[in-house]
């Protein structure tokens, strides 16, 4: 996984309730991503970063916030879950210059 | 029109056979093309990368690019039961980051 870990790995809320996300990398990659994966659309960007407080919108960005205050470290918050946001979340980190991406294990989340 | 579209399958191949697993994108600044591997509730692996038109090898796999009539592909050789996975094509335009994904093809290798 190339020195990524999510957490929670796995994670069942109510609708309505903010749920955040964590994203932890150790080999100081300056790009990290968020997709969720739904079936029939595939992988999705939600958000991304170039650098520390530095971010910009997917094309699924609605409902979804982001913070990156540490390298390592890329949060994605939905600030009131709802019942669509159900879905796999994935975290990637991209080296600089290329554009190749790496992915974390996941996160499944569920909001009843 | 997605912009990147594969056929979502299942396709099913025997055990030994080469599987042939197809993509085509729409934007035409496209230079940048990606092959995952996603085994069922795993993260999706990098399998394969090209960049210039023609072929590229990486042990029984084989990337095949074309831009001109705008596809890429994919074979193995010698297919594996191991192989059978969701495929992932990806692309981007020369130093853009953000990577667009088709829906992904489901290879199952019959032994």
């Known amino acids: 996984d190339a020195g990524i870990t999510q957490s929670p790995r796995h994670k069942v809320t109510e609708t309505g309730t903010p749920v955040t996300l964590r994203c932890h990398q150790t080999e100081n990659h300056r790009y990290m991503y968020w997709y969720r994966q739904d079936p029939g659309h595939g992988l999705r960007l939600i958000h991304y970063?170039?650098?520390?407080?530095?971010?910009d919108k997917g094309e699924v960005s609605d409902g979804y916030s982001v913070s990156r205050s540490k390298t390592e470290d890329f949060l994605l918050t939905l600030e009131s879950a709802t019942s669509s946001q159900t879905s796999v979340y994935f975290c990637a980190i991209g080296l600089a210059g290329q554009e190749t991406q790496y992915f974390g294990p996941g996160t499944r989340l569920l909001v009843l | 029109q997605k912009e990147v579209e594969q056929n979502s399958g299942p396709l099913s191949v025997p055990e030994g056979a080469i599987a042939s697993l197809n993509c085509t994108y729409s934007?035409?600044?496209?230079?940048?093309f990606f092959w995952y591997r996603q085994y069922s509730g795993k993260s999706p692996e990098l399998i394969m990368s090209?960049?210039?038109?023609g072929d590229k090898e990486d042990g029984r796999f084989t990337a095949q690019l074309n831009k001109a009539s705008q596809y890429v592909s994919l074979l193995i050789r010698d297919s594996q039961p191991s192989d059978s996975a969701t495929y992932l094509c990806?692309?981007?335009?020369?130093?853009?980051?953000?990577?667009?994904f088709g829906t992904g093809t489901r290879l199952t290798i019959i032994p």
């Open positions: 970063s170039y650098g520390v407080k530095d971010t």
């Open positions: 990806a692309v981007t335009r020369f130093g853009n980051e953000k990577l667009t």
């Open positions: 934007d035409r600044g496209s230079q940048s």
């Open positions: 090209i960049y210039s038109n």
